[in-house]
């Protein structure tokens, strides 16, 4: 576990009886013939509730781990939190600023170099110019691609794409930190320079939200857990205990 100041007692998010619908298009049965006539297609839009009556507030400086199965609104609700997804019942208020390290390859430009992608990246999430040049190089260096640093974006693999991603947003000083599943991909040398860097964000009082299927990491970071399940919080309770109800719920996974 990591050592961690001792939360605060200000609210920095509250979610409050939050729901979010989506809907699926349903097509009828069609024909091959259909597909080359103008005849209206048949569509019957079917509305579901990823998240529903949901209801929890996070103090400044705690640490929480989200856990759930796939497809049961871990990710909705990290949107939600950073703002990218809006309620359709109930209110989310986050006091502080977020670094969303949720799906972090979206936004970059393929055309543009590395170098360009990290002014404009770091900039659309307010960092200033001075900012970005007075941190470029630590940027480069985190991400160890120094020598692709004029490269176009398209050209890197998987790998540093992500490396240059995670740099330039955990570079951000905002306050909450949002983290998707960004742990799960790249080389175990990576993962550790990761690790050390959310270890630092923690030490330094900053509130961590996490999503992640890794209980090591789980533990690791987080001190309270929320488990969803079925479109609702089935549990608001301390990480180890939250990892002993969802292995209990489901033993095989």
Do not use: H, M, W
């Given at each position: 576990m990591v050592a961690r100041p001792?939360?605060?007692?200000?609210?920095?998010?509250?979610?409050?009886?939050?729901?979010?619908?989506?809907?699926?298009?349903?097509?009828?049965?069609?024909?091959?013939?259909?597909?080359?006539?103008?005849?209206?297609?048949?569509v019957?839009?079917?509305?579901f509730w990823p998240?529903?009556?949901?209801?929890?507030?996070?103090?400044a400086g705690e640490a929480i781990g989200v856990v759930g199965r796939n497809g049961q609104g871990k990710s909705t609700l990290l949107k939600l939190v950073a703002g990218v997804l809006m309620p359709d019942e109930g209110r989310v208020t986050v006091a502080q600023g977020v670094a969303p390290l949720i799906e972090i390859t979206g936004g970059f430009v393929d055309d543009l170099s590395v170098r360009d992608n990290v002014y404009l990246t770091a900039g659309l999430h307010g960092m200033t110019r001075q900012q970005i040049e007075a941190g470029f190089d630590e940027i480069i260096d985190f991400a160890e691609i120094r020598d692709f640093v004029d490269t176009p974006y398209k050209h890197l693999s998987s790998g540093m794409k992500v490396r240059i991603a995670f740099a330039v947003i955990s570079r951000l000083?905002?306050?909450i930190l949002l983290v998707d599943e960004v742990l799960a991909v790249g080389d175990k040398s990576f993962k550790d320079k990761c690790y050390k860097r959310i270890e630092e964000m923690l030490k330094s009082g900053r509130t961590l939200f996490f999503v992640s299927h890794n209980e090591t990491d789980l533990r690791?970071?987080?001190t309270r857990g929320?488990?969803?399940n079925k479109g609702g919080l089935t549990l608001d309770a301390p990480i180890n205990d939250v990892l002993a109800r969802y292995s209990s719920d489901y033993p095989t996974l």
């Open positions: 001792t939360p605060a007692t200000t609210p920095v998010i509250v979610v409050d009886e939050v729901g979010i619908q989506f809907r699926r298009n349903r097509l009828g049965r069609r024909s091959f013939k259909d597909l080359f006539s103008s005849r209206r297609r048949r019957r839009p079917d509305a998240l529903r009556n949901v209801s929890f507030t996070v103090t000083e905002e306050p690791r970071f987080c929320l488990y969803l």
